[in-house]
């Protein structure tokens, strides 16, 4: 019996009955022979890891442009965090870890520079609109590694496409557009878990907000610090979803409502503060200058992004090339286009 076989029996063994289980898996894109060593969720997890897109989440914004200081959250801290929390989750419900931990490090391949202000210029521009987490989908399909995609298993697409729908997105996810696994809906519920508690950490540490601006009905059920509030929500769901015994996740009333509650009150004084409105109108300019010249000038981004010809759209060409970048190469590019430069 190969290694990856005692893997898969060793799942049969030890998950819950809700678990996606590795070898029931319902296949890539492209069939390929499978690992002698791993099952195929650690193998996407392995691919994810050591792909070019995940390396650059490490200087993408999280929800402050480029940050000079060394404890801000960038994208990569943030998938980091939603994989740390998902994984707790799924350790507890005894689902699959492995597919659970592919999907969290995977489901913000797509995110633009500057975080929600360049996804919010790209949608303004591009034809068709542009939403994250289908350019997250887009990225392991098609273009990382170098063009050939990552051939991912479905259940990891799925739960990669199906994480977010941006704000209106339901903390508890589990009717019409939810992931079509426990494991991806974990994920789900660890992407909002992870972005209320560590964005308002930054907000504070910014002097966005202070502490004595917190709604304190919220702070009183969910804790007054950081790790109190991160263990009240994670242990919630974790004992909901248990006595629910149904592949879906669950959460008290009271909980669910103060943490819903969290995210509005983050949206209304952080992510649409006037400090925060000033710096994302900066980086929607950036970004929409920048497609507008390149979609302009297509011979000049072919010589720019080191391609032989255009394999798409010259629009969605454009479109990935700057949904790749870093907010560094951005501003850096930015400068070089429309900034003069002093004269040696």
Same mark, same amino acid.
């Given at each position: ?113 500057? /975080? ?128 629910? /015994? ?77 949904? /790749? ?20």
């Amino acid at each position: 019996m190969l290694i990856r076989e005692k893997l898969e029996k060793l799942e049969h063994d030890t998950l819950s009955l809700l678990a996606a289980f590795s070898d029931q898996s319902r296949g890539r894109l492209r069939p390929e022979k499978p690992c002698e060593i791993r099952p195929a969720f650690q193998r996407d997890r392995d691919r994810i890891i050591h792909s070019k897109p995940f390396r650059r989440l490490k200087h993408k914004t999280q929800v402050f442009l480029a940050p000079a200081g060394d404890h801000y959250r960038t994208r990569l801290t943030h998938t980091i965090e939603v994989n740390q929390i998902a994984r707790t989750i799924a350790r507890a419900l005894f689902v699959n870890e492995s597919l659970t931990e592919a999907i969290a490090l995977g489901h913000d391949l797509g995110h633009t520079p500057f /975080g929600h202000a360049g996804e919010y210029a790209l949608n303004q521009v591009c034809p068709g609109g542009f939403r994250h987490w289908e350019q997250s989908l887009r990225v392991v399909d098609i273009l990382a590694n170098e063009g050939r995609g990552l051939n991912l298993t479905f259940e990891v697409r799925d739960g990669i496409l199906t994480h977010s729908k941006g704000r209106e997105a339901p903390f508890v996810g589990n009717g019409e557009g939810a992931p079509a696994t426990l494991e991806g809906k974990i994920v789900r519920a660890s992407d909002i878990i992870a972005y209320v508690n560590h964005d308002l950490e930054d907000a504070l540490r910014a002097g966005v907000i202070a502490n004595a601006d917190l709604p304190r009905d919220c702070m009183a059920i969910l804790g007054s610090r950081h790790s109190e509030r991160i263990n009240t929500m994670v242990a919630d769901l974790i004992y909901q979803t248990l006595a629910a /015994g149904k592949p879906w996740i669950a959460m008290s009333e009271k909980v669910l409502k103060a943490t819903e509650r969290m995210r509005d009150w983050l949206f209304a004084e952080v992510y649409e503060s006037q400090v925060i409105r000033k710096e994302f109108n900066k980086a929607v300019k950036v970004v929409t200058d920048l497609y507008q010249f390149l979609v302009s000038r297509p011979e000049q981004f072919i010589q720019l992004a080191g391609k032989k010809e255009l394999r798409f759209s010259i629009e969605q060409e454009v479109g990935d090339f700057i949904a /790749g970048m870093s907010d560094r190469f951005a501003l850096s590019l930015y400068q070089e286009l429309f900034l003069p430069r002093p004269w040696d």
